[in-house]
């Protein structure tokens, strides 16, 4: 079963503007992790926010986390055309032998 | 940079045929994972390794077997290939944390490009 579940599927933005998507999970996590695939390739990491931390940067990218309510957003600031691409987060939980679980993802358009 | 190679793209195979899908890292990595994505499940791990000859089941690992018989290399092999295994499959290796070990941090993982295999 998936551990990460993304909102929203899919997202369709102007350059510029900025792309929000959430990630719900519904174990205890160790850490949880948001990587990013262009059509047809692998998966490249952004970032990891572990479980005692409750925002994290990284360039254009804002991480946040709050383990009460089991749910963390990926903020990308500025869109370009270049972002375009998928979005998943990965939880690595104890519950699941901290091997990671991903989730669904985010498909995010964004229009030059 | 870390490398992670996987030895085709893309890949037609016939119903019944035994496939290997191959992937070799180049950065001393200790784990190694085998994934396949298919729309909207996301990825689904089927088998990873920790060490040499060391590997684990994943969630779904009906139907496959794999093989790590050195450090950089770790293999899929589909024993009889079905239609229902045709999808995207992805190699990943990561540095330390062994899974399950009390207080193991994953660090990020490392993916090659990926395998398209397709059953007819």
């Not at chain 2, 019944?16 to 990825?43: A, S, T």
């Amino acid at each position: 079963s998936q551990q990460g579940e993304e909102d929203p599927q899919a997202l369709s933005i102007q350059e510029g503007e900025n792309a929000t998507m959430n990630c719900s999970y519904k174990t205890s996590i160790n850490n949880l992790q948001w990587y990013r695939q262009n059509s047809g390739r692998g998966l490249v990491h952004l970032i990891l926010i572990r479980s005692n931390e409750r925002e994290k940067h990284s360039g254009r990218l804002r991480v946040t986390l709050d383990t009460s309510k089991k749910s963390s957003s990926l903020l990308i600031t500025a869109s370009r055309a270049a972002d375009t691409a998928s979005y998943f987060c990965a939880t690595d939980a104890y519950a699941a032998g901290n091997k990671l679980t991903f989730g669904g993802g985010t498909r995010v358009l964004v229009k030059p | 940079d870390v490398k992670v190679t996987q030895s085709s793209r893309y890949l037609v195979k016939r119903t019944g045929e035994k496939v290997f899908l191959e992937c070799v890292q180049d950065m001393d990595h200790e784990n190694m994972f085998w994934y396949r994505q298919d729309p909207g499940l996301g990825l689904r791990l089927i088998y990873f390794s920790y060490d040499v000859k060391m590997k684990e089941k994943g969630d779904i690992p009906e139907g496959y077997s794999v093989s790590r018989e050195k450090k950089e290399r770790f293999s899929l092999i589909l024993e009889s290939a079905s239609t229902n295994q045709t999808s995207m499959y992805l190699c990943a290796s990561s540095l330390v944390g062994a899974p399950g070990l009390a207080g193991g941090i994953y660090n990020e993982q490392f993916f090659g490009p990926g395998t398209r295999l397709t059953v007819l």
